[in-house]
């Protein structure tokens, strides 16, 4: 009885340790790493904002990015806007608001016209509503000089009402389209219309005519010298010639007296 319980538990250290020398001789599996994002599949940092799809996506301004677009004002705001430091508010009418213009009018308008009638919707700075309780009158615009009568925008706000006038239209803001730090839009009822485009200028007085100079008189001053010397030769001569002739007729009265 004995041997067999030895004979047991010998196959059991036998069983035991062959177990063992197959774990041991095993090569040890490496650690799980976690997984890493490939660059191609992260997501790309955000870029600057973009007018056209901001305008697309809200919807009713189609003659609006046709303007931006054919003008190139859309591509030269993305440029612009790839810089941070850079930042414009845009007024857009809508569909709506274009078609209440009278008939032909943006037909009237050359290309250059036309940029600067989008270029005027546009100021060169980030303004949020509160902002317009304090601004600084007439507001400079993207289209240039905002002196009277060329691009002059005033922007007034009365609680939450902004008013814009350009001295033809008076329009309102009527909601934000897009607002963050860099760039604002806001909807406007009425297209903006500015002076200098559709006011016609007095014309330039015409040049006075240039003064005309006196014609000079002909003289014979120069003549008249000559004329008075001669003159004074001749009489000179005369006098000398009369003197002459006295004294030789006194000689000869001498003469006839002394021979009697």
Excluded: W
Aim: hydrophobic share 40%; proline share 9%.
């Amino acid at each position: 009885m004995m041997a067999k319980q030895a004979l047991f538990l010998l196959s059991l250290l036998l069983v035991f340790l062959f177990h063992c020398t197959a774990t041991l001789g095993q090569p040890a599996q490496a650690p799980t790493l976690p997984a890493v994002a490939s660059p191609a599949n992260a997501p790309a940092p955000p870029g600057p904002p973009d007018v056209i799809k901001i305008l697309q996506k809200v919807g009713g301004f189609t003659i609006l990015i046709r303007l931006l677009k054919s003008t190139g004002v859309a591509d030269q705001l993305k440029g612009q806007l790839n810089d941070s430091s850079i930042r414009f508010t845009l007024f857009a009418p809508n569909d709506n608001s274009f078609s209440n213009l009278k008939a032909g009018t943006l037909n009237s308008l050359n290309n250059e016209e036309k940029v600067r009638l989008i270029q005027f919707h546009i100021l060169p700075t980030y303004y949020t509503l509160e902002n317009f309780q304090t601004v600084s009158n007439p507001v400079r615009t993207q289209a240039g000089d905002n002196k009277p009568g060329d691009y002059p925008l005033n922007v007034t706000s009365v609680g939450s009402q902004v008013n814009i006038s350009t001295g033809l239209v008076n329009a309102s803001v009527s909601g934000t389209l897009y607002s963050n730090f860099q760039l604002a839009i806001y909807q406007v009822d009425k297209v903006l219309l500015p002076l200098d485009l559709f006011v016609p200028k007095p014309p330039s007085p015409a040049p006075a005519p240039a003064p005309t100079k006196p014609k000079a008189k002909k003289t014979t001053a120069a003549a008249s010298p000559k004329t008075s010397t001669t003159s004074t030769a001749v009489d000179s001569g005369a006098v000398s010639i009369a003197k002459h002739g006295v004294l030789v007729s006194i000689g000869v009265a001498i003469f006839i007296a002394f021979s009697l």
